[in-house]
């Protein structure tokens, strides 16, 4: 059974930053993609940023340049670092993984429980 275990939200000044970790626990054979999805009230769930296990990295416009996602392949976790922390960044945050349990299994998406980013202006 893979979990996404997601850490580091809370709420911050306008301005300031948080980091926040997802680690991929269970069986876990290889991971193609991990990244973050955020989902503000009233708005769709939007892509943040993800990268691959070649080290591609695609971020959303509105926090290219303030957020950096980083993976550590050893430990199946994925950070993101997020500066310069705006009110419209307050959202509920997921981790997600595209990953396989088994070397011949099919990949499959998971997905973390969500923590909250709230931005104070």
């Known amino acids: 059974q893979v979990q996404l275990v997601e850490s580091g939200g809370g709420l911050v000044q306008a301005g300031g930053s948080l980091r926040l970790s997802c680690a991929a626990s269970g069986r876990v054979f290889s991971i193609n993609v991990m990244g973050w999805y955020r989902q503000a009230p009233g708005n769709e769930r939007e892509l943040v940023a993800a990268?691959?296990?070649?080290?591609?990295?695609n971020y959303a416009d509105s926090v290219k340049g303030r957020f950096t996602i980083s993976r550590d392949a050893a430990k199946n976790t994925v950070y993101l670092q997020m500066n310069s922390l705006k009110p419209e960044d307050t959202a509920v945050y997921s981790c997600?993984?595209?990953?396989?349990?088994?070397?011949?299994?099919?990949?499959?998406?998971?997905w973390g429980q969500g923590t909250q980013v709230t931005v104070s202006s």
């Open positions: 990268i691959t296990t070649g080290g591609n990295i």
């Open positions: 997600h993984a595209e990953l396989r349990e088994r070397i011949r299994a099919t990949a499959r998406d998971y």
